[in-house]
């Protein structure tokens, strides 16, 4: 367990439709993560928070939001969602500080039909 | 931008054979440089990783140097297992609010 809680494990979804991931990062990290990993474009940075607040913006879609709370949960929103939205989901926590890395959670699996 | 380049999969080895994942990295200032190992059906772990330059990480046998004259940080180990079977990633973080940089990822299959 990396202490990152990843919920759900696996979503299938129609196209059109909206879902939130769910994100609770380590035990004392403030920062929390977005990415998408899909076979053909790979890891994706999608944008990342600090204490509650958006830091930095990757290849993040309008049609995707995010926000933190003030427990440090984050959650996705993924909407009008189309095929090509399917993918894993991974989200990561850190310690302030570029030499300390992340600690991954084990991922949503969306699957959109 | 900064980026990070490793050598294409996939990479099938014998067990006990010689391992060496190659990265190189673009950035301004200094890096700090780490390996990422993603098993089958998991999320990514850290797997070693380096802050300045001529440091070593290692873990679990495996071993990589940060070269900052040749902008290289290679993943080695000198016997692989099944077990290391996975996808790794090298990656950097540049300092901008601890964001780290993911490479592509090289997919590396061990043969009993």
């Known amino acids: 367990d990396s202490g990152v809680t990843q919920t759900p494990k696996h979503l299938i979804t129609a196209t059109g439709q909206r879902v939130t991931l769910r994100c609770s990062p380590r035990s004392g990290d403030l920062s929390v993560y977005w990415y998408q990993q899909s076979l053909d474009q790979g890891l994706q940075f999608l944008i990342q928070?600090?204490?509650?607040?958006?830091?930095a913006k990757g290849n993040i879609l309008e049609r995707f939001s995010a926000q933190q709370f003030p427990d440090l949960h984050s959650e996705l929103n993924l909407s009008s969602l189309e095929l090509g939205d399917s993918a894993l989901y991974f989200c990561a926590s850190s310690v302030e500080g570029r030499s300390y890395g992340y600690t991954f959670g084990s991922g949503t699996r969306l699957t959109v039909v | 931008g900064n980026s990070v380049t490793q050598m294409e999969g996939p990479v099938t080895l014998s067990e006990e054979a010689f391992l060496t994942i190659n990265c190189t990295y673009t950035a301004t200032g200094y890096p700090s440089l780490f390996w990422y190992v993603q098993y089958p059906g998991e999320g990514l772990q850290l797997l070693l990783k380096a802050t300045k330059a001529d440091d070593k990480g290692s873990n679990k046998g495996f071993e990589a140097t940060y070269r900052k004259e040749t902008t290289s940080f290679h993943l080695e180990k000198g016997s692989v297992q099944v077990s290391d079977s996975a996808v790794y990633f090298c990656a950097l973080s540049d300092g901008s609010y601890d964001k780290v940089i993911f490479g592509p990822g090289t997919s590396l299959s061990v043969i009993p």
């Open positions: 928070y600090y204490n509650g607040e958006e830091r």
